[in-house]
C-alpha cells in the first residue's frame, strides 16, 4: 500500500458561514453533504437550483432544513454551488450523461495557490470534512434533532467523502477546454469559468492507488467513528483528535507561531486532541507524508485502511 504523497483535509458543504447550518446524518446513519450556495448577488448567470439537486443513492435531495423551532432554510430558488462533483446522481438532470464517471473538484483563487505552493499534484487525496449534526426526513424537508434528542454525533466535523487526483486542469477564462472535461458544462467551475481566477479542476482517478477495489472519488454513505474529526467528549466541533503521526508529519495552519500548533496539542495515548483551525477562513489544510520515517508511514497506512474500511467497493 503506498500512501499519497499528500493528504488534504478539505471543508466543503453547508458550514456556519456558506449555508448557515451543518449537514444531516438520518437516524440510520446516512450522511447528506449539503452543497453550499452561490452568492446571493452573483457577477455572473447560475442556472443550477437546489431543487434541480436529485438524490443521493435511495435519499431524495431535501427542499429545505428546519433548523429550530420557527426558523428554516428554504433550498427550492436558492443557487448551489455543486462541488466536488463527486455524486452522479445527483447532477442536475441536464447534466450530460457522457460525464456520468467523471468526478470533479474545482478549487480557485488563494485557496488554489495555497495547495499549488504545497505541490498537490496528481496522485494526492482530498478526504473533504463538513459540519453534521443529527436530524429526521419530515415530507421533503429536513429537521435537525434539538440537542437533547441527538442520537449519533450531537455536532461534528466529519470526513465524507475523497478524490484522489489522476488529472490537474489548469482552466483559462476563455478559450477551448480541455477535450476530458467538455461534457462537465454543469460544474461551476466550467461553466462560469469566466469568473474565477487561478481556476483549477482535480479529475479523479478510476480508482485508489492504494485500494483498487475502491472508486478515485466518492462518499462515505454512513458515519462511522473512524471518519470523526471532532473529539467525541467535545461539544465544540473545531476541537479535533488526530492519530498522533499528524503532530511529526505536520498540516498547514498548524505549525509553529500558529494558534493551533500540533506540538502543543494534548497527547492521548495514540491520539492527539485539540483546537484546530477549521472555524477560521481557509479551506484546505495539507499534510505532507513525503520525508517522514517509516514508522509514521506505516501508521499512515493504517489510518488510511481505517478510514476506508466501509467506503462502497467499485462495481
Not at 38 to 60: C, F, K, M, V, W
Not at 237 to 259: D, K
Request: proline share 6%; hydrophobic share 35%; net charge negative.
Amino acid at each position: 500500500m503506498m500512501v499519497p504523497r499528500r493528504i488534504i483535509l478539505s471543508r466543503k458543504g453547508f458550514d456556519g458561514g456558506a449555508g448557515g447550518c451543518p449537514s444531516p446524518i438520518y437516524p440510520d446513519g446516512t450522511m447528506l453533504s449539503i452543497p453550499i450556495p452561490e452568492p446571493e448577488n452573483p457577477t455572473h448567470e447560475i442556472h443550477t437550483r437546489y431543487s434541480d439537486l436529485r438524490r443521493q443513492g435511495a435519499l431524495e435531495f431535501p427542499r429545505s432544513l428546519i433548523t429550530s423551532p420557527g426558523h428554516q432554510i428554504d433550498l427550492t430558488d436558492r443557487e448551489v454551488h455543486l462541488d466536488p462533483d463527486i455524486r452522479p446522481e445527483l447532477r442536475p438532470a441536464f447534466a450530460s450523461e457522457d460525464c456520468e464517471k467523471l468526478l470533479l473538484f474545482g478549487q480557485d483563487d488563494r485557496a488554489q495557490t495555497e495547495l499549488s505552493n504545497n505541490g498537490v499534484v496528481e496522485g494526492d487525496l482530498f478526504l473533504f470534512y463538513g459540519w453534521f449534526k443529527d436530524a429526521r426526513q419530515e415530507g421533503e424537508s429536513v429537521r435537525f434533532e434539538r440537542r437533547g434528542r441527538n442520537r449519533i454525533v450531537r455536532e461534528a466535523h466529519v470526513i465524507w467523502g475523497w478524490l484522489q487526483v489522476e488529472k490537474s486542469h489548469l482552466i483559462e477564462q476563455v478559450g477551448d477546454l480541455p477535450d476530458e472535461l467538455k461534457c462537465a458544462g454543469h460544474h461551476p467551475h466550467i461553466e462560469h469559468r469566466g469568473y474565477y481566477n487561478n481556476n483549477c479542476i482535480y479529475q479523479a482517478s478510476p480508482t485508489l492507488s492504494f485500494c483498487e477495489k475502491i472508486a478515485g472519488a466518492g462518499i462515505f454513505e454512513r458515519y462511522d467513528s473512524a471518519l470523526r474529526l471532532t473529539s467525541e467528549w467535545e461539544a465544540r466541533r473545531c476541537h479535533w483528535t488526530l492519530p498522533a503521526f499528524f503532530r511529526e508529519a505536520g498540516l498547514t495552519h498548524h505549525g509553529p507561531g500558529t494558534a493551533f500548533d500540533l506540538a502543543n496539542w494534548e497527547a492521548r495515548g495514540e491520539f492527539i486532541h485539540g483546537r484546530s483551525a477549521s472555524c477560521i477562513p481557509g479551506q484546505e489544510f495539507v499534510m505532507k507524508t513525503d520525508g517522514v520515517s517509516s514508522k509514521i508511514t506505516r501508521e499512515m497506512k493504517t489510518w488510511l485502511e481505517s478510514t476506508f474500511k466501509y467506503a462502497k467497493k467499485s462495481n
